[in-house]
Structure formats: C-alpha cells, structure tokens
C-alpha cells in the first residue's frame, strides 16, 4: 500500500521543485509557481502513471498465480453506460460538495475556496478539464484504486478497503476540505470498482466528479441570474441520475454474479 503513495509523492516533489527552480532561474516568483500549480499537477500525473501501470502489472500477475483473479471476464463498458457513470460522478461531487458547504464553519471552507480560485484563475477551461478533469483522475485512480485498494481487498473484506482507501485518498489531498470530499467518493469509487470488476468504472465516476467540479460554478451563477428555479431542476436531475444508476448497475451487478 505504501508505494504507490510513496511514488506519487515522490514524483509531485520532483515536479514541484522542478518547476520551482526553473521559475526562479527566469526570474518569476511564487506568484508565478502558484499560477502554474495545474499544470505540475498534470504533470505529475502524466509521470506518475507509468511506474504505477507498471506495479499494477506485477500486482494483478501475482493475484493471478495466488488464485485471488477470478476467471470471469470484466464488464465491457457500453458507452450509454460511460456516460451514466460520468453523470453519476457529477452528481456526487455536487452533493458531496454540499455536504461540505454545510460543514464550512468546521472545515474552513472559505479560505479553501480562495486558494483555489487563485489557483484557477486566467485558465482556460480546456487546460483545467485536460489537466484536472482528465489526466489527475487517471493517474489518482491507478494509485489508490487500482494499486491501493486492490491490494487491501486481497487481505480483507470490501467494506473496510473502500475505507482505509478512502481514509489515505482523503489525507493524501493535504487539507480538510478535501480530505473529507475526497475520502467520500474514494469509498463510493471503490464500492463501483468492486461491483462491476471494471477499472474504468471508478475512473469515469472520478472524471465526472472532477469536470463538474470545473463546470458547475459558473454553471450555478448563469442559472442564479437567468432563473433560480433552474437550480432545483438541476438537482433533481442529479438525483434521478444517482437513483437511476445505482439501481441499473446493482442489478448489472447480479445478473453478473447468476
């Protein structure tokens, strides 16, 4: 369980001061690293993919010789069934962002949301889905679902690996607003892992989350202005999601195991 983290770190680490030191050679300051944070994120995900491919290769050739590989063939993902999950993954980043909302005065909401603003600000929309929405949610998923939760439900039952997976993929965010979003969906992440066998079943939920995470700010403003009854609309339509998909794929999940 350790290495995967220990190479993703290690790697962020190596960008970051990286970046850092060409930033201050040219002259910039943390000003200029600051704004180019996504990018080192998009960075560090693209590297950090191809030694944990790698292990994981090694890790499911070891469960095959061990036995814990089942011979049932993974789902094949439809693409109706890509974009529901995609749209199931919105759906819990919107509540679980809610939930943090909620829990502000607690978690220190405010000052979480200035930062990321700073972060984002004078980007491009297609640079933060690329890079936040796409490239971050593939490497993340290979490291803590593919790698890290794998691996704990070799040695224990699936209820307590969705946790401790979620628990590290939470403190591995570094602050407590993420901490509890990220450790939430980690949990929901790994529970469609483990009913569909699919390794991309967790990577699209994570990619939706992520995109609509970008998207849905200025979405909610245009909505305030135009009309705020299209807000309850909105979420009405995510929980239809949420409900409609929880339903098809446990029953997916059944016909699967007959």
């Not at 944070?37 to 499911?60: E, H, K, N, Q, V």
């Not at 590989?69 to 974009?83: D, G, R």
């Not at 759906?91 to 979480?112: D, P, R, T």
């Not at 705020?228 to 446990?250: D, E, N, S, T």
Request: glycine content about 10%.
């Amino acid at each position: 369980v350790a290495y995967p983290c220990g190479i993703h770190f290690l790697i962020s680490q190596i960008v970051g001061y990286a970046g850092l030191w060409l930033i201050m050679k040219s002259g910039g300051g943390m000003d200029t690293y600051y704004q180019n944070a996504i990018l080192f994120t998009g960075l560090t995900g693209l590297l950090a993919m191809i030694p944990c491919l790698w292990f994981y290769s090694r890790d499911r050739a070891a469960r095959k010789i061990g036995g814990l590989v089942t011979s049932q063939k993974p789902w094949q993902l439809k693409i109706p069934e890509m974009l529901l999950l995609l749209g199931m993954g919105a759906a819990f980043s919107q509540f679980a962002n809610m939930l943090v909302g909620i829990l502000q005065s607690v978690l220190n909401y405010q000052e979480y949301q200035e930062s990321m603003d700073q972060l984002m600000e004078g980007k491009q929309m297609w640079f933060l889905i690329l890079s936040m929405g796409i490239i971050a949610p593939l490497a993340e998923e290979i490291v803590f679902r593919w790698l890290i939760y794998l691996r704990l439900r070799d040695y224990m039952r699936m209820g307590a690996a969705a946790v401790i997976s979620g628990l590290i993929f939470g403190i591995y965010h570094g602050n407590l607003v993420q901490a509890v979003y990220a450790g939430i969906l980690g949990m929901v992440f790994a529970d469609f892992l483990e009913i569909s066998g699919c390794l991309w079943s967790s990577v699209l939920l994570h990619m939706g989350a992520n995109i609509w995470s970008l998207v849905s700010p200025d979405l909610v403003n245009w909505m305030l202005q135009k009309n705020p009854m299209y807000i309850l609309i909105m979420l009405f339509a995510l929980i239809l999601i949420l409900v409609y998909g929880f339903l098809y794929f446990r029953a997916r999940a059944k016909g699967r195991t007959k």
